[in-house]
């Protein structure tokens, strides 16, 4: 009895393992992807590399997917619009942030956007001890904390945007999620690439068509969205929806020793305690919020 116990646990373990590599590897190709394009900040800005990011992942989902094939509610459009106009500005000011502080930091701040949604959405008291751990993280993040390292503010105010984009995409996402074989994403994206490429263009004109910095953008395309957004579908398949939020909500931490490793970007202690604490109150409400 004991031999089937044991070679069900091993089992199940190895069942389990195979998704969360997925999603390590998801998270290690976002955030490779990010250092990628801060590389091209100097060539084109970082509206041109949104532009080159979203516009290439626009025509590779389109080519793939032909959402022209399947019928569109007129009742839908309006929400794919502005899930796509919001898809896109959470790129743009998520970018900006990378041209002025570290990733981790950056992208720490940018993850309270889904916090709140899930926040905002409980209805147990419990809960709002992620809000608590979340806003003594961004607290130590902040030049005015004690001890704080500085910090452009700029570059926390468009990473507070983009959090503010990404909880919309969120509430907008979930009212398209239905549609059939891959619309939102792939109509989304066009929408996206339709709000964002004037910016890329205004500010980087014909460097964009360079061959080096299209094949950079190109590598970030599949880097950020491609490559990740294909290992997470995998993952999904076999992880409970609370184990998989509990992964992603490494994204910072992982951030942040992408920025150091491939950007030589240094935290202080005080901020990878910060990064810390966003990371934990992300994943008790991602476990919390699927047991309801």
């Not at 001890?147 to 009212?175: E, T």
């Not at 929806?241 to 992603?248: A, C, D, Q, S, T």
């Not at 202690?269 to 409400?285: N, S």
């Amino acid at each position: 009895m004991n031999d089937q116990v044991n070679a069900h646990a091993a089992t199940r373990a190895q069942g389990v393992a195979a998704p969360a590599l997925a999603i390590l590897g998801s998270l290690v190709s976002i955030n490779a992807g990010a250092a990628w394009a801060k590389g091209l900040f100097p060539a084109v800005g970082s509206a041109g590399v949104v532009a080159l990011r979203v516009g290439l992942s626009a025509l590779i989902l389109l080519a793939i997917v032909r959402p022209w094939r399947f019928k569109l509610r007129r009742a839908d459009v309006p929400n794919l619009v502005i899930y796509g106009v919001m898809l896109g500005a959470m790129n743009l000011f998520i970018y900006r942030s990378f041209e002025r502080i570290p990733l981790g930091i950056a992208v720490a701040i940018e993850v309270t956007g889904p916090l709140a949604v899930v926040i905002l959405s409980s209805r147990h008291a419990r809960d709002f001890l992620w809000v608590i751990l979340a806003g003594a993280g961004l607290w130590l993040l902040l030049p005015t904390a004690a001890g704080s390292a500085p910090l452009d503010p700029i570059g926390i105010a468009y990473a507070l945007a983009a959090a503010f984009c990404w909880a919309m995409y969120i509430v907008f996402g979930k009212r398209v999620s239905m549609l059939d074989g891959g619309q939102a994403v792939s109509w989304g994206l066009l929408a996206a690439c339709v709000f964002v490429v004037p910016f890329g263009v205004t500010h980087a004109g014909g460097d964009l068509l360079a061959p080096a910095v299209l094949g950079g953008g190109l590598a970030v395309a599949l880097l950020s969205s491609a490559l990740p957004y294909t290992l997470e579908m995998k993952a999904l398949k076999r992880l409970p929806r609370r184990v998989f939020g509990i992964l992603v909500s490494a994204g910072p931490a992982v951030a942040a020793l992408a920025g150091f490793l491939l950007l030589g970007e240094r935290l202080t202690t005080l901020q990878w305690l910060a990064i810390a604490l966003v990371t934990l109150a992300c994943a008790g409400a991602a476990a919390t919020a699927d047991r309801r």
